[in-house]
């Protein structure tokens, strides 16, 4: 009971700390935003390039960093999601909450952008949000269902 009690509030916290995150940045306007993006291109840009990346990557990623950094974002909350669910032991009905809450985060999030000075939503950021939680999800699962089986063929 106490191990699902730390799991529950580990679990919050974290969830609670990332969609603050990435809702305090939704809410940011246009210009703020682009700021950010602009500096995080450079930084990447220079990571890449320090590390000797392929020049096609590199390009890539400078150009579409806002969208790297949404499938970053959500591939994170999407493996705390499933953290979450799979530490309660809700199988399959765990599944589909992990994924509602994430479809709902990505709903939100672009729902906020509605309200921020030279922002708007995107259908595309709710489908690349929800893809890339999806893949750790499931990812998490698959990995608990492995444990699962080698802790059941000790017995």
């Known amino acids: 009971m106490k191990n699902r009690k730390l799991h529950l509030a580990v679990s919050l916290s974290l ?22 993006s602009d500096r995080v291109r450079q930084i990447m840009y220079k990571v890449l390039e320090f590390i000797r990346a392929p020049e096609e990557l590199t390009v890539f990623l400078s150009e579409h960093v806002r969208k ?22 809700k199988g399959f009905q765990g599944l589909w909450n992990a994924w509602s809450s994430l479809l709902a985060t990505a709903v939100f999030d672009e729902t906020i952008q509605l309200f921020a000075t030279d922002r708007g939503p995107q259908i595309t950021d709710v489908l690349l949000d929800t893809a890339s939680g999806t893949v750790l999800i499931l990812i998490v699962y698959i990995v608990a269902i492995i444990i699962g089986c080698i802790r059941n063929s000790g017995k």
């Not at 969830?15 to 950010?36: C, E, K, R």
């Not at 950094?69 to 953290?83: C, D, K, P, T």
């Open 15 to 36: 969830i609670f700390l990332t969609v603050g995150f990435i809702w305090i940045n939704s809410a940011l306007s246009g210009q703020d935003s682009g700021a950010i």
């Open 68 to 89: 790297v950094a949404h499938a970053v974002e959500y591939a994170v909350i999407g493996f705390e999601f499933g953290f979450l669910w799979v530490g309660l032991g």
